[in-house]
């Protein structure tokens, strides 16, 4: 008998293992989430255009090219008028000129101020891309979130279930033992009443479990599969201390305020240097003839080529108040990277005592469920006997019941609290999770725009059009 019942959990054990191994992983879900979320696509397209900006400030290091095409008429204004239908009309009067002529325009020197430009916007990019690690890091932890709340719905529903199963075997007995006198009537409505209860709340139970998976397609991209237990912690911090010091050298939200304070740092440099002048060449070559009643036109190329040095002199106050402007944001900036590093240190306190207290509380309730069980067995041991009452019985199941659902979500708090110490110290990214995905390269895009190529003259211009219909652009 004993190796009957032996050899029957290792066939369950086996039914469990295989069922788990074809099960979804928390890994699975977050690869999901990381490939299928529209907000990283915006994020990224964000970034994108930051690095744009960056082509915009080169461009103005180089050359500027123009063309026009241009037909003037005039009139000689001390002729006589000759009143027509049409309008006031001038005989023999009217010249004509057409001009055809490329111009060409170049900074020489400006005292650094588009250089500064250039570094400006490249400190803006580096904000970006921590932005989108920050946007990352949301992303992945709505998952887990996703993920937890499906399996804790799941939970409740089996729970629930077998509560319903167990409350009506526990009426069945009752009729049993009604039919016998051994109880009255009114231990059978209260196996009744006990039984409806549950059964409503098994009704309940399955409309949470629809809205999880409503809330992990959102989340993830798709409806949830059979999920899998969530992995053990593996890389927990050892001290609060040592966390928080993560968090502030990693954290992507610090990190990306530090860059906003580097880039207008270059802004304020900018703008002190307005009142300075600047030194341009200029050039323009073209074709210019001139049609009158004295002279049949005829075409004439015409070129010049200069030097334009000058600066402001007044401008009602606008260059002091830009300046001005910018040593405000400046501070703002400043004040804002000290305020978010106090925020991130707070947050990461609160995850860190959340995390503690969920671990404590998860013990405290596997040790309520052993003391319910014991409790339970012997009330209705006690009951078969006559010592106990069927109410007694049914109060005994509740306990049991709320000792198992207590347990349920004190694991999902473990895991959600787990999670957002991660988040909290800037290591919820799929790099730091070592999810198998392929990570969005942020210099791919970069590097073919950080000299302003043009898509039609040039080869970066020709690599950069590639990369933009790979992105489906």
Request: glycine share 6%.
């Amino acid at each position: 008998m004993v190796r009957k019942i032996k050899t029957t959990l290792w066939a369950c054990a086996a039914i469990v293992a295989a069922a788990g191994a074809s099960a979804e992983t928390l890994t699975d879900t977050l690869v999901s989430a990381y490939n299928n979320s529209n907000l990283l696509e915006q994020s990224r397209a964000v970034l994108r255009a930051s690095d744009e900006d960056v082509a915009i400030a080169v461009s103005a290091l180089r050359p500027i090219f123009a063309y026009s095409a241009s037909r003037a008429y005039s009139w000689d204004l001390d002729t006589d008028v000759i009143q027509t239908t049409t309008g006031p009309q001038r005989e023999d009067d009217t010249s004509i000129t057409n001009t055809l002529e490329l111009t060409a325009q170049m900074s020489l020197y400006e005292f650094g101020r588009n250089r500064l430009g250039v570094e400006a916007a490249k400190e803006a990019v580096l904000a970006a891309r921590q932005a989108l690690l920050a946007q990352e890091q949301d992303v992945l932890f709505a998952a887990v979130q996703a993920y937890t709340q499906v399996r804790q719905a799941q939970a409740f529903v089996d729970l629930r279930r077998n509560n319903v199963r167990v409350l009506e075997e526990e009426l069945r007995a009752a009729n049993d033992r009604f039919d016998v006198g051994e109880v009255t009537r009114t231990d059978v409505a209260q196996a009744e009443a006990y039984l409806a209860e549950a059964q409503a709340s098994l009704v309940a139970a399955n409309g949470d479990l629809e809205i999880a998976r409503e809330a992990f397609r959102l989340a993830v991209g798709r409806y949830p599969g059979d999920l899998a237990p969530p992995p053990s912690f593996s890389s927990r911090p050892s001290s609060l201390e040592t966390a928080r010091d993560v968090a502030v050298r990693t954290h992507p939200s610090i990190r990306q305020q530090q860059f906003l304070v580097s880039a207008q740092e270059v802004n304020v440099d900018i703008a002190q240097r307005q009142v300075l002048p600047s030194l341009r060449a200029t050039g323009s070559a073209g074709y210019s003839d001139s049609v009158s009643s004295s002279n049949d036109g005829s075409l004439e190329p015409v070129a010049s080529l200069g030097i334009e040095f000058g600066g402001p002199i007044y401008q009602g106050g606008q260059i002091n108040a830009l300046y001005r402007r910018a040593v405000t944001v400046l501070e703002q900036n400043r004040a804002s990277l000290l305020q978010t590093t106090l925020n991130v240190q707070e947050r990461v306190g609160y995850a860190w005592a959340n995390f503690q207290v969920a671990i404590a509380s998860l013990e405290a309730t596997e040790r309520q469920i052993e003391a319910s069980q014991v409790a339970f067995e012997g009330t209705r041991e006690e009951a078969t006997l006559g010592a106990r009452t069927t109410l007694d019985v049914l109060n005994a199941e509740q306990d049991l019941l709320d000792a198992r659902g207590s347990r349920i979500e004190a694991l999902t708090v473990e895991q959600d609290a787990y999670y957002f110490l991660l988040s909290t110290m800037g290591q919820l990214t799929a790099k730091d999770l070592g999810l198998d995905v392929v990570a969005y390269d942020e210099n791919a895009y970069y590097d073919n725009v950080r000299a302003a190529p043009s898509v039609f003259t040039s080869e970066q211009g020709v690599k950069l059009d590639k990369v933009l219909r790979a992105l489906g652009k």
